[in-house]
């Protein structure tokens, strides 16, 4: 069976501003080889995974929701944003693409929560 379109559930996915119509999922593992004197691999072992998710589609508002630094959710689980771009051209409806990421379960601190606090002092 072949299939066409979105084929995976979106529900749950906090992206507002445009319409979504491309997914892309990707996963990575890390991995850490142990070598001989020869440095040939003797043991390899796989001990961190990282889910990356590309969305695309169309807009259907002036901006999207989702920046760079910021966070979304995708299929119930908490990625980072680490790119968004919006395409606009006089030919076809304005575009739009997230780039996203989440390496475990590590808990995700978006950008906004890096702020410095105004009680300390910088230099002297």
Not at 27 to 41: I, L, P, V, Y
Request: charged letters at 15%; zero cysteines; a negative charge.
């Amino acid at each position: 069976m072949r299939y066409f379109g979105v084929n995976i559930s979106v529900d749950g996915t906090t992206v507002t501003g445009g319409v979504l119509n491309g997914v892309s999922t990707k996963t990575n593992a890390q991995k850490a080889d142990a070598r001989n004197e020869k440095g040939q691999a003797t043991d390899t072992w796989y001990y961190s995974t990282e889910k990356n998710v590309s969305l695309t589609g169309v807009m259907d508002a002036p901006s999207l929701t989702a920046e760079a630094g910021s966070t979304i959710v995708f299929r119930g689980s908490t990625f980072g944003v680490n790119s968004t771009s919006v395409d606009e051209n006089n030919q076809a409806p304005t575009g739009f693409s997230i780039e996203a990421s989440r390496t475990d379960n590590a808990t995700i601190h978006p950008l906004s929560s890096n702020t410095v606090s105004s009680g300390g002092s910088a230099g002297t």
